[in-house]
């Protein structure tokens, strides 16, 4: 399954999906997938617009924060497996 979901505090512009892809989609504009990066650490970043101001973020917490419930608002998200890259 191939499910999208708006992120937060975009306005309606970014989305991601359950298996870390990021796409944007401005209006009058096809959808664009944005290319992750890793940061020094090994995690996936990519870099988005937030209120006109860049914003870099990390691929596996736009995916909780889109797909997890959190209802003890805890402040960090683990990789179950280990893998940093894998933002499933």
Same mark, same amino acid.
């Given at each position: 399954?191939?499910?999208?979901?708006?992120?937060?505090?975009? %306005?309606?512009?970014?989305?991601?999906?359950?298996?870390?892809?990021?796409?944007?989609?401005?209006?009058? &504009? &096809?959808?664009?997938? $944005? =290319?992750? =990066? &890793?940061?020094?650490? %090994?995690?996936?970043?990519?870099?988005? $617009?937030? %209120? %006109? =101001?860049?914003?870099?973020?990390?691929?596996?917490? $736009?995916?909780?924060?889109?797909? $997890?419930?959190?209802?003890?608002?805890?402040?960090?998200?683990?990789?179950?497996?280990?893998? &940093?890259?894998?933002?499933?």
């Amino acid at each position: 399954m191939n499910t999208w979901k708006t992120i937060n505090n975009t %306005g309606g512009i970014y989305f991601v999906n359950e298996f870390g892809a990021v796409a944007s989609r401005f209006p009058g &504009k &096809k959808t664009h997938h $944005l =290319k992750p =990066k &890793k940061d020094r650490a %090994g995690y996936y970043t990519v870099t988005i $617009l937030e %209120g %006109g =101001k860049r914003h870099t973020k990390f691929v596996h917490r $736009l995916v909780a924060e889109a797909f $997890l419930n959190n209802p003890f608002n805890k402040a960090e998200v683990n990789h179950i497996n280990g893998l &940093k890259t894998d933002n499933r």
